[in-house]
């Protein structure tokens, strides 16, 4: 059920609402499919207090990937940051069955996604990942952003919250003094940020889509890496 503060501002932008088909499987917001008046949407929406500017960044990030033309993102239809709630509404797309060349276009449209660079990794803002604020201080090294913007921060909360012990955040201390050994310098690129399977959706032609990005210029191996956060992606992918 939509909120009130909520259903009031579509009603606002889309006259009636005609229906609300929720969509489970999001730990951080409330989503689903919207019919009003004026078209089917997909709505998502979430505390205002609690996650502060959230949707407003992930319009940025999308903006971004869908500048590149290299993969699809749903459009971003309109965008509400309220007392209590926010909330983003996006194209609302029809999944079909995934073409017999889907996991080679995903992996050629990142690879072109990643040809996207800046002069200093990071970003002009700081965004989101999942429901933890994630710092985009921008630096000339990759090393010194992968150290300081997010190696560093996670280990400060792993600490905080109990889940990491004094010892075990000395080793990740030693092993982040090894990394100029270990990891190539490289030029920033466009990263979606956390692009596990989860994250990636199919059209109504059966193509990839990308949502929920939590975006920077970044290393590319790191959207390669969160691939295999839950599993890899089917070989094809990789092999592109």
Not at 65 to 94: F, M, Q
Not at 115 to 132: H, I, K, Q, V, Y
Not at 200 to 208: A, E, S
């Amino acid at each position: 059920m939509l909120p009130s503060e909520i259903q009031a501002f579509c009603e606002s932008e889309f006259g009636q609402v005609r229906s609300f088909q929720s969509v489970s499987g999001g730990c951080i917001n409330h989503g689903g499919k919207i019919t009003t008046s004026n078209g089917i949407f997909f709505i998502k929406w979430n505390s205002a207090t609690s996650f502060p500017q959230m949707f407003s960044k992930e319009q940025h990030g999308l903006e971004l990937l869908e500048s590149t033309k290299a993969l699809r993102t749903p459009s971003v239809i309109s965008l509400y940051d309220g007392e209590r709630h926010s909330c983003l509404i996006l194209e609302y797309l029809e999944s079909a069955t995934r073409s017999s060349d889907y996991w080679q276009k995903l992996g050629i449209g990142l690879a072109n996604v990643h040809r996207t660079t800046a002069s200093t990794f990071g970003l002009e803002t700081d965004n989101f990942m999942g429901s933890l604020e994630q710092s985009n201080q921008r630096t000339v090294s990759w090393i010194d952003f992968f150290v300081n913007e997010r190696i560093q921060p996670q280990v400060r909360l792993a600490l905080a919250r109990g889940n990491m012990t004094a010892k075990e955040a000395g080793k990740v201390e030693d092993l982040c003094a090894k990394l100029p050994q270990l990891v190539m310098e490289e030029q920033p690129a466009l990263t979606h940020g956390d692009l596990w399977s989860g994250n990636i959706m199919t059209d109504n032609f059966g193509q990839p889509v990308l949502i929920d990005p939590a975006v920077s210029y970044s290393h590319r191996e790191t959207d390669i890496a969160m691939t295999t956060l839950f599993g890899r992606l089917p070989e094809e992918f990789y092999q592109t």
